[in-house]
């Protein structure tokens, strides 16, 4: 298959991904994009690996490395979102506003 | 003790000048600068001749004559040792501005001389009006100082030199300007029109103050100068001119102020400025006549003029104040004239020769200023005669008004008035009967009599020199001359005296108010520079201060403008980095392309 | 000599390191006492580099000018021009920047710094029995001591940026002088003024170094002796900007209108020895600054900004005297009456001329000693009455404190510029030199600004006569005597006696300075 479909559609999910992260409400659905721009990220990683392969197999090799890295940075961000919930009762990101400057 | 030690340091300084002034008599005319470079060479200049001897004789003399009145007249007062001090300063100073060659030397004496006039004027503080008097003095004068100044540049830098021995007398217009703007100081330190009200307000100060500053020597200073420096202003064409228009108007003006006077050192006051103005019309003609004429008058109104003023000390000091009322009030009947004898005489000399009586100084001196000014007026080219027509006519004219004024001060001070009361503008308001019963009711806290001896002493050496100094130039009087003068004292006298015998002393208001010329200042002057000043601060405070502020306050607004960027929601944060990182990558691209 | 400046320098420095290394009580007894000592050292090590210069018996130290005239005094061939100075000491100090540590002295700083060392001792002998009201001694005489370094050291700097450097030495220590002892009944106004004259002053400095760098693009130097042998051409762009720049950042230190805002408050507030200092020798600095480094360096430039230097500095004369007749308060009369002064003293700067320039450097003096002597006298004024106002002081002085009454006459007639006294002669040589300006400047503007000047003097001698009126004279009856001051004290008499005596004999003797300086 042509290189660009694999790419085209990690643009769409990168896309996705940030509207989700810069629009939602939910904190819990702005880490949800995350992870979707991640592995969006990876798909282009294992796509561009796949057109030029490589000794080292680079492409492959990052893809791993971003999906160990997604998995801790997740685990964190979940345990944040966590003690938010439990400190306003909330997870919603327009209201948790405590570190604004007074007015 | 430390006033002792000043007055007799004051009086020995007084006579040492005096004594120099006989020493210096015979010296040659000749300067002399200390052997240094640079600035101290021009600066310390001295130099003696004719005039400097003059001067030094006059101000030696009236201020020996002072400082033993002072004794007299300040005795129990307090800050007697600083005004010893301060008039022994003021006499310094003018025998610096006396012997200077140098214009700075001068400039400084001539300014130190203003101080202690100040410091003088305002020696009873505790007084309102010697307080403004002393401030309305220093500050006239300095006004016309600022224009002296100029006058000094300009003259010492066209002439390439600040000593007076060294500066050509040239007829440019640049000399012009310079001795115009000299007048200027002349004008205000010998109070002429324009600048001629501080004189009268001087009064406030101590009598024998008035005696040597406002009589004799400080306000002479201004015809001092115009004297020495008189090649420069001969040449210089037009200054002259002005300075005998501003001299015949000041004669009359400040004559006609004096009659409508009512207290009897403001009457002398004016009188002072009418008198200075004669002298600086002889002076300005032009010719040597006139100015041995104006000298002459000098001398011999520092005379009588200081003699006048410390009488009318003693009739303030004993009687307590000098106003006609009061004088009348406290001595009806002419008592004054049998219980001050001595008082009486002097001061009849005093006003006799003021008045130009024939035989006494003043009339010898007046004479000879209008003997050179007919003579200057009768030999002048048409269009440069004027000013000596001018004078003449003035000083005839003043002639008469002085022996109009002169008249009435002594009759109504010294003599009851034979008219019956209430006559227009007099001074007594009720009639209380027989003379007898009422000097017997009317028991004064103290009682009448004269002055102690050391105020009578200098009084009567005045009064012999006024007397006496007349007949040095008497051999060169022209009847004719003196006929027309007599003739001048009668039209003023004769008035003075029917006036006086109906009781009646008509005051025009517009003399006592003399002409406005305070109103004038007081609105066009100290109203508009209180204004301004408020002004100023009112500018410091709102629009200068309001800059700082305002900038002080634009910064804490772009504070807070940038502190709303902080709205606390990550999201907000995170869409400007995206903004932001794809800006790079447009701008990246852009670049690489 | 070198050795000499540099320990002038490095002295009140370790003398103010002393005292904070001292514990606290002790030091607070002692420090008066030391900076006493300290700036008796330094005054008189200044008067021994005075009198080397006067006698030049070895040739270390000195070299001649080129047209020596017949005497033997060293000829003083011009602000900064002249090869002739004194303790020069010039070592590289920061290569990578071009910056050298280059010092030296001649007759333009050199009387300059024999005032500051008197200053200094002055105030240092004055705080031995009187004492402001917060404490702290040991904190005060130390920053009196490193505002000497810094004054001393921007006198004798001949180098831009180690002339910038020691300029903004003095003003933190300024602030807290302010801040600390300052007018102790008003604590937010005392900070505000602190803070207003650091800001302000901060800003022109910083204003100023830009100036600096420019001239060192154009000219690839900051040393001042270089850059006054061979100055900058050109009297417009970079050195014209540059010149512009120098002058705002000096004229906020002078002050000149309209940047002297800072002024009036500062003095205000500040307590008598900060005064004293800030009057008689920081103003100096700006003045100082514009002789050494815009004439010599920017000669061009300087005649395109003459004019408004003269402008402005006309304006002050009649607008500092002018806001001097409405007010109320002893200090900040005074302190117009120092922009008014300084006014003068732009003028004379600014007509470029021999004689103009040198009135500026004999009015730094005259002024230093007599208004020094001047915020002396209202210091003891305010301590005697705890206030400053003149309404709630009262009248008829003369009564009740009459030597400090006639002390305050004499000083506000030296003020006002009475010829026979030191404030005469700067200002007439000032006027003198705006009658004949240099040839490049505009003749009728000069005569303009002179004309205004003379009147300036007028206003000048109205205010201090309404100050003595309304504060010396008066009904005593109406005004009792304050039965608790004493008038004049010993120590007050000792501390003030010297500044009389120079007052009178530079008055009597103004060729003892104007003679050091053959002129351009």
Known sequence: MPLIVPLLLAVVLFCLGVYGVLARRNAITVLMSVELMLNAVNLNLVAFDAWRVDQLATGQTAAVFVITIAAAEIGLGLAIVLLLFRGHGHADTDRARDLVEAE | ????????????????????????????????????????????????????????????????????????????????????????????????????????????????????????????????????????????????????????????????????????????????????????????????????????????????????????????????????????????????????????????????????????????????????????????????????????????????????????????????????????????????????????????????????????????????VVEAAWHAARDGRGDTSWPAWLVLVAVLVTGMLTAFYCTRLWLWVF????????????????????????????????PLRDGSPWMLAPMVLLALATLVLGYAEASQLDPAVAGVTTLALMFGAVPAYSLWKRGADPRPAVLEREFGFDAFYQLAVVRPVRFAAGLVVTGDRDVIDGWVRGFGKAGTLASDGFRRLQTGNVQTYLTAAVLGVVALAVLAGVIAS | MSALLLVLLGLPLA????????????????????????????????????????????????????????????????????????????????????????????????????????????????????TPQAGRMRSLVALLLIIETGVIGTFSAL???????????????????????????????RRLAANRFVLMTVLGSAVMLIG????????????????????????????????????????????????????????????????????????????????????????????????????????????????????????????????????????????MSAVGVTGALFANIAHGVITGLLFFLAGAIKDRHDTSDLRLIGRALYARLPRIGALLTFACLASLGLPGLAGFWGEMLALLGAYEPNEALPRATFLTLMVIAGVGTVLTAAYFLRLVRNLCQGDPAQYPSTTFAVDLSRIELVTWTPLIVLTVLLGLWPALLIDRWVLL
């Open chain 2, 415 to 446: 003599f009851g008035s034979p008219a019956p009361l209430g006559g227009l503008g007099a001074f007594e308001e009720e009639d209380l009967g027989d003379s007898s019963a009422v000097d017997a009711q009317e028991q004064p806290y103290h």
């Open chain 3, 159 to 189: 180098d831009l940026v180690l002339f910038f450097i020691f300029f903004e030495v003095v003003l933190i220590p300024m602030w807290l002088v302010i801040d600390i002892w300052g007018d102790h009944h008003d604590r937010a106004g």
């Open chain 3, 212 to 351: 600096f760098l420019l001239v060192h693009a154009e000219s690839g130097t900051f040393d001042l002796v270089a850059l006054a042998a061979n100055p900058v051409p050109g009297g417009t762009g970079v050195p014209l900007t540059a010149a512009i720049l120098i002058a705002v950042g000096l004229a906020v230190k002078m002050p000149i209108w309209p940047l002297h805002i800072w002024l009036p408050d500062a003095h205000a507030k500040a307590p008598t020895v900060g005064s004293v200092l800030l009057a008689g020798l920081l103003l100096k600095l700006g003045s100082y600054g514009m002789v050494r480094i815009l004439l010599p360096v920017l000669p061009d430039a300087m005649v395109e900004i003459a004019p408004y230097l003269a402008g402005f500095s006309v304006i002050a004369i009649v607008l500092g005297s002018l806001a001097c007749l409405a007010q109320t308060d002893v200090k900040r009369l005074i302190a117009y009456s120092s922009v008014g002064h300084m006014g003068f003293i732009g003028l004379g700067i600014a007509t």
């Open chain 3, 15 to 130: 003398g103010a390191a002393l005292l904070w290394l001292l514990p606290v009580v002790l030091g607070d007894r002692i420090a008066a006492r030391v900076g006493t000592v300290v700036s008796g050292l330094v005054l008189v090590g200044s008067a021994v580099l005075g009198y080397r210069w006067l006698n030049p018996g070895s040739p270390a130290g000195t070299q001649q000018a080129d047209s020596v005239p017949a005497t033997d005094l060293p000829v003083y061939d011009g602000p900064g021009r002249a090869a002739a100075m004194l303790g020069d000491t010039n070592v590289p100090w920061l290569p990578a920047l071009d910056v050298r540590f280059h010092v030296g002295v001649d007759a333009v700083s050199l009387p300059l710094i024999v005032l500051s060392g008197l200053l200094v001792l002055l105030c240092c002998v004055y705080s031995l029995r009187i």
């Open chain 2, 1 to 368: 003790m430390i006033t002792l030690a000043w007055r007799v340091l004051g009086i020995a300084f007084s006579l040492a000048v005096a004594a120099a002034a006989a020493l210096l008599w015979q010296v040659e005319p000749q300067t002399w600068a200390p052997d240094l470079s640079g600035f101290s060479g021009t600066l310390y200049a001295v130099r003696t001749d004719d005039l400097t001897v003059l001067m030094l004789a006059i101000v030696g003399v009236v201020a020996s004559c002072v400082q033993v009145y002072s004794i007299g007249y300040l005795h129990g007062e307090p800050r007697t040792a600083s005004y010893t001090a301060i008039v022994t300063l003021f006499t310094a100073a003018m025998v610096t501005v006396v012997v200077a060659d140098s214009l700075f030397l001068l400039l400084i004496g001539w300014e130190v001389m203003g101080v202690c006039s100040y410091l003088l004027i305002g020696q009873y503080w505790e007084r309102r009006d010697a307080r403004a008097g002393a401030v309305k003095a220093f500050l006239m004068t300095r006004f016309g100082d600022v224009g002296f100044l100029f006058g000094i540049f300009v003259l010492g830098v066209a002439g390439g030199s600040f000593r007076i021995s060294e500066l050509e007398p040239s007829g440019s217009g640049l000399a012009t300007v310079g001795t115009l703007l000299l007048l200027c100081g002349v004008v205000g330190k010998s109070a002429q029109i324009p600048l001629q009200t501080w004189l009268p307000d001087a009064m406030p100060g101590p009598a024998p103050v008035s005696a040597l500053i406002h009589a004799a020597t400080m306000v002479a200073a201004g015809v001092f100068l115009v004297a020495r420096m008189f090649d420069v202003f001969v040449a210089a064409p037009g200054t002259l001119s002005v300075l005998a228009v501003i001299a015949a108007l000041t004669m009359v003006v400040a004559a006609l102020c004096a009659t409508a006077a009512v207290e009897v050192k403001r009457i002398l006051a004016w009188s002072t400025v009418s008198q200075l103005a004669v002298m600086f019309g002889g002076l300005a003609l032009g010719t040597d006549d006139g100015r041995h004429a104006g000298l002459f008058h000098l001398l011999t109104h520092a005379a009588f003029k200081a003699l006048l003023f410390l009488c009318a000390g003693v009739l303030l000091h004993q009687v307590g104040s000098a106003t006609f009322a009061v004088l009348r009030r406290r001595a009806r009947r002419g008592v004054l004239r049998k219980l001050m004898p001595v008082t009486f005489g002097t001061m009849t000399i005093g006003l006799a020769a003021l008045a130009g009586v024939p035989g006494l100084s003043g009339f010898f001196s007046k004479d000879s």
